[in-house]
C-alpha cells in the first residue's frame, strides 16, 4: 500500500481469498485493523510501525498458523486471536504467547479462546497492569496459569472455562477488581484457593461442572456476589453454614450436585431471586424457613429426595414458579398453598390444596402417583394448561371448571372413559390421550386442532370425530381394535370437509385406499402432468402412505411431503395409515 498517512480505519474481514497482509508500514496513523474470519490469511507481517494500532482483530483465522510480533504494539487495547485453531507456536517460545505481549501496557482485553494447541501461558502476562478482560475458555490443553496473574491489578473479568487447568493460583485472590469469575467445566478443577472471599469486587462466579468437593468457608465474605452457579458438579456435597451472610445473592443453582441439605443459614438471603436444586437426588428436604426468601420468585426443586415442603413456602407472596416434579417421595403440598397468591406454573406430584391461586395458568405434575384433584382446584379459574401424563391412577373430574383451558395432556393414564363435560371446553386446542390402554370410547369432543389417541389398544370407537371440523392433526396409531369401517368413514367425513393447507391422519390399516387414483409401489417419488395449469385452482391432493409400526417408534409419526407445481403450491392433505399386524 502507498503511504496513507491519514488512514485509521481498516476492515478486510471475512475475505476468504486474503493469504497475506499487504504492507501497512506506511500507515503509521493506523488505529483498527480487522481481519476477523479471514479463513485464508497465512501470515500476518508488516505491523513493526503500527505505534498507534489500538484494535487487533485475528479471531476465526483459521489458516494462521504463528502470531506476528507484538513487541512494537504500544498503543494495543483489544486483542483478539481466538478460534485460530493452527496456532501452536509463537515467535521466540514455541506453544507459548510471546513474552513481548508483557509490553503491551495498555492492552485491556485480549482473548485467546479455542486456542486448542495452547499449553502454557507466559509469565509476562502479570504485566499487563491495563487488562480488564481475559479469555481463554476452550483452550482445551491448558493445565495451568502463571503464578503471577494476580498481578493484573486492573483484571475485572476472567474466563478460563473448558481448559484443563487442575487448580487456580493463590494469588488470583489479589484480584480486588474482578468481578466476574467461570471455571466453568473445568473438570481437572478439584478447588477453588481458599482466601477466594478476598475478592471484594466478584458479582458472579461460575463454577458449574467442575470436580470441586467444597466451596472455601471464605466465600461467605463475597457481599458483592449476586450470581453463583455450581450446578453438575457430582463431587459437591454440602455448602459452608454461614451461607447466608451473602447479602447480595441473586441467583444459586446447585442443581445436579451431591448436595444433602441447605444450610438454615441460607434464609437469611433477602435478595435471593431464583434458586434451584434441581436433580440433587440426595437432598431430602429444604430449610423449615424457606418462607423467610421474600424476594423468591422462581424455586427449582425437581428431581430430590423430599419427602414434604416446608410449611413456610406458603410465605413466599412473589413466588411465579414452582418445580417439584418427578420428587417420587413427595405426596402432598402444604395445607395452606393457596396462599402464594403470585403463582403462575406449577409442575407437581400430588397436592392437597391449590386456594385461590388466580394467576395460575399451567398444571404440570406428569408421573405423579395422586388418584384425585384437590376440590380447590375449581379455583383455578385461568388455568389454560394440564397436564397429568403418567398418572396412572388418576379419576379424571369434569374440566368444565377451567374456562380458558387450552391444553391437556392425559397420556398414559388408566382411566376407561373421558368424562362426556369435556365438550363444553370452548377453548381446547389440543387433547393427548396417547398409551391410555383401557380407554374403550370417545366422548363428544370440542372443536380441537390436535387429538393424539395412540396405542390406546383398547380404543373400539372413535365416532365423535364425525362431529369435528376444524381438526388438523388426528394420530391413531397401532389402535389395533379400531373398527376400519369407522376408521375410513371418518377419513371420507374428513376429506370432505373445507380445510386449510396442511392435514395430518393417522389410522390403523394395512392398504392403501382403491380410492387413490395414483398409487406407487416403489421409491419415494412420481411425477404427474397436468393439461391445463388453470385447473388447479380448484385441485387439492390427498396422499396416503403405509408404513411399519416400528417405525412409528423410531422416528415418530411425522413425515414431509415436497411438492412442485411449476412454482406454484397448493393445499396439501396427507393420510398416513399404519398397518394393525407386522
Known sequence: ????????????????????????????????????????????TSLKYLSKLTFLDLKWCISLCTLPSLLHLKSLKVLSIAYCLKIIEFPEFPEQVPSSIGCLSHLSRLDLNCLTGLESLPDSIGNLKSLREFGIFDCVNLKELPENLGNLESLEKLFVNDSAIKKLPDNICNLKRLAELSVEKCVNLLGLPANLGNLESLKRLLAGGTGIKELPESICNLKNLTNLLVEKCVNLQSLPENFGNLESLVELFVNGSAIKELPDSICNLKNLVKLSVWKCVNLLGLPEKLGNLESLKRLLAGGTGMKELPVSICNLKNLT????????NLQSLPENFGNLESLEELGAHGTESFGNL???????????????????????????????????????????????????????????????????????????????????????????SILSAKNCTCLESASSLFQLYSIEAVEFGNCINLDGDECSKI???????????????????????????????????????????????????????VFDPKWQVLQGCKMDVDITLRGSSERIKLVLVKPRNM
Not at 502507498?2 to 486474503?18: A, G, I, M, R
Not at 414458579?321 to 417420587?328: A, I
Request: proline share 6%.
Open 491 to 545: 377419513v371420507d367425513h374428513l376429506l370432505a370437509t373445507p380445510w386449510r393447507r396442511q392435514v395430518a391422519f393417522c389410522f390403523p390399516g394395512s392398504e392403501v385406499p382403491q380410492w387413490i387414483k395414483y398409487q406407487n409401489d416403489s421409491g419415494s417419488s412420481f411425477f404427474l402432468s397436468f393439461r391445463q395449469l388453470e385447473q388447479m385452482k380448484s385441485t387439492y391432493f390427498t396422499f396416503c402412505v
Open 321 to 328: 414458579k414452582l418445580s417439584v416434579g418427578k420428587c417420587v
Open 358 to 448: 388466580e394467576s395460575l395458568d399451567c398444571v404440570m405434575a406428569s408421573g405423579a402417583g395422586i388418584k384425585r384433584l384437590p376440590s380447590f382446584i375449581n379455583r383455578l379459574r385461568n388455568l389454560r394448561t394440564l397436564n397429568f401424563r403418567g398418572c396412572e391412577g388418576l379419576i379424571i373430574p369434569a374440566l368444565t371448571v377451567f374456562p380458558f383451558l387450552e391444553v391437556v395432556n392425559l397420556d398414559g393414564n388408566n382411566f376407561e372413559k373421558m368424562p362426556d363435560t369435556i365438550k363444553k371446553l370452548s377453548r381446547l386446542v389440543e387433547l393427548d390421550l396417547s398409551d391410555c390402554k383401557r380407554l374403550k370410547y370417545l366422548p363428544e369432543l370440542p372443536s380441537l
Open 1 to 44: 500500500m502507498e503511504h496513507l498517512p491519514n488512514l485509521k480505519y481498516v476492515d478486510l474481514s471475512f475475505s476468504k481469498d486474503l493469504v497475506r497482509l499487504p504492507d501497512l508500514s506506511r500507515c503509521s496513523n493506523l488505529e483498527v485493523l480487522n481481519l476477523h474470519a479471514c479463513s485464508g490469511l497465512v501470515e500476518v
